[in-house]
């Protein structure tokens, strides 16, 4: 374990509207309603929760555990928010950027393979080789070499690799999450108040809801990976599995 400190996972250039915001408004003009009380509750069961994770004994089981008590707050959050969104089933374009994701996201992402049907794996696998070797080629377009597991190198290679409009490869051909319940932080969080269109690749930027409980549990993400996994690197989901590309 390297000592750099947490990973910030928040991408500076990314419009964000916050609560407190004197009018949260949607595409379709209305202004997303909060229910009462919904942030609060998750920001203090975060606290708790974050109390808890950092005094356990460092272990694999404990960590994913945590991680998904974590997403469980979250997702409440999402779910009390989701009807004033542009998100919806199916509405993938999302999922053509570059993820990036923990240790301990990609664990839990692992042992969701390990018990998946065998009958997408082949096509899993070959997707991570195919998102793999294009990451490489062009962490390799910079000099020095992009550093596919540090927010710095993704972030200098993102827009490239958005241009060439690759699907993560777990998404389906039906354009639906086939990992969903065990997804990373981000693909949690990424609720968009603008028109889906301006998620496609060249589109946009779209304008994203962003509370501090979002902050808060990527934070706390990076936290439990360090403690949990021993590790402090973020890398797109697909590298997390080259060298087991036997999915
Ligand atoms: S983030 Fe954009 S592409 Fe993804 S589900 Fe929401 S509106 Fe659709
Ligand atoms: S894990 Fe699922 S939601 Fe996240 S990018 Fe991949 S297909 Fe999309």
Not at 21 to 31: D, F, Q, S, T
Not at 212 to 220: D, G, K, L, S, Y
Not at 232 to 245: A, L, N, T
Request: hydrophobic share 35%; glycine share 8%.
């Amino acid at each position: 374990m390297t000592s750099n400190p947490p990973p910030d996972f928040l991408d500076p250039s990314l419009p964000t509207l916050n609560i407190g915001h004197p009018a949260i408004m949607n595409v379709r003009g209305e202004e997303v309603v909060i229910p009462e009380g919904l942030l609060e509750k998750a920001l203090q069961e975060l606290e708790t929760l974050e109390e808890v994770s950092l005094s356990d004994l460092p272990s694999r089981e404990t960590g994913l555990e945590r991680l998904r008590q974590i997403f469980s707050i979250v997702d409440r959050v999402g779910d009390g928010v989701s009807s004033g969104m542009s998100c919806h089933s199916g509405c993938a374009s999302c999922c053509r950027v570059i993820v990036a994701t923990t240790r301990g996201e990609s664990e839990l992402l692992r042992e969701r393979v390990r018990t998946h049907p065998e009958s997408d794996k082949v096509r899993w696998g070959e997707g991570i080789l195919q998102r793999n070797a294009l990451l490489e080629a062009l962490s390799r377009t910079r000099n020095p070499p992009a550093d596919l597991g540090r927010l710095e190198g993704l972030i200098d290679i993102c827009e490239p690799y958005e241009k060439e409009n690759q699907a993560c490869p777990f998404l389906g051909p039906d354009r639906m999450c086939q990992v969903y319940a065990d997804r990373p932080l981000l693909c949690r969080i990424c609720w968009v108040l603008t028109d889906p269109k301006d998620c496609e690749p060249g589109e946009g930027p779209p304008v994203k809801f962003r509370t501090a409980v979002f902050h808060r549990a990527h934070e706390m993400v990076g936290k439990i990976s360090q403690h949990h996994f021993l590790d402090d690197r973020v890398s797109p989901i697909p590298y997390w599995f080259r060298e087991d590309q036997g999915t």
